[in-house]
């Protein structure tokens, strides 16, 4: 059966826990040619992919939207039933979720979302295993600072799934309001870091306050501010903590250059991270 992963969703608790554990490294993608088709831009997922799918005995095509001719007058299904003809898979980063959906519709190989508008489950997927590769379990509690964006958006995914972890993102009232997103019971929203048990504060996530897809906005980012990660905020935290981002970031924006380069900043285990867990979803979805 074909298998797409759009969202973390799109996996049960079980899947995901077996997926963290495959041990064993298989050539899996021998003869096999996988797409990488990215619509924005992108250093960590591109070149993760690039040289997983390599050491899985994979060839890669990377695609340039802007030389397809689905940039002169090609429609999009026909442009993704033309990809259907020659590959066995493709990554795909693009400015709307919508897309992959309708993508998989000619297309009939699986989809990789490499990033959305409202989702980026293969950073969460490999953050899953960063955590519990530095905790020794998932019974960590989250504190999430900043934009509820798409990474946000597939952690808490994670969270309605493993219910020994615990989320508190921490977010102006005014950009939570407008979110209707489920959330199980071990995910609670707040506008105020002195509304947050911050001791009991395992590891710091965020994120830049603004997206690739987001509009620029002064306005946004004046209204982060307060929620910038500084050595203060890490130092009331559980004295194990963390501090994580799925990159790139804007340093002294949303994390003092203190806390990103300070021992407690794990960024490069969680961007190396990336690679490993992929390798372990394309053993998954090719096995
Ligand atoms: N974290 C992440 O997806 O990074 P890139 O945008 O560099 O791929
Ligand atoms: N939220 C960020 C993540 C980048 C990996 C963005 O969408 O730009």
Known sequence: MKKNFFNISDLSK?????????NEEIKCLKNKNIGLLFEKYSTRTRLSFTVGISSLGGNTVDIKFEELNISRDESFEDTFRALNCYLDGLVYRTNSHQKLIQASSY???????ALSDTSHPCQILSDLYTLEEHFGSLNVHILWMGDMNNVCFS???ALNLIENLKLTICTPQSLSKNKKWQFNSNISVVSHID???IQSVNCVMTDVFVSMNDEDSDEKVSLLKPYKVTSELMSKTSQNSIFMHCLPAKVELEVSKE????????VWKQAYNRMIVQKKLLQFIYQ
């Open 155 to 157: 952690l808490c995914e």
């Open 107 to 113: 297309f009939e190989k699986p989809i990789i979302n």
């Open 195 to 197: 509304h947050i048990d």
């Open 259 to 266: 806390v990103f380069q300070s021992p407690k900043s794990i």
């Open 14 to 22: 079980e899947k995901i826990l077996s997926i963290l554990r495959i």
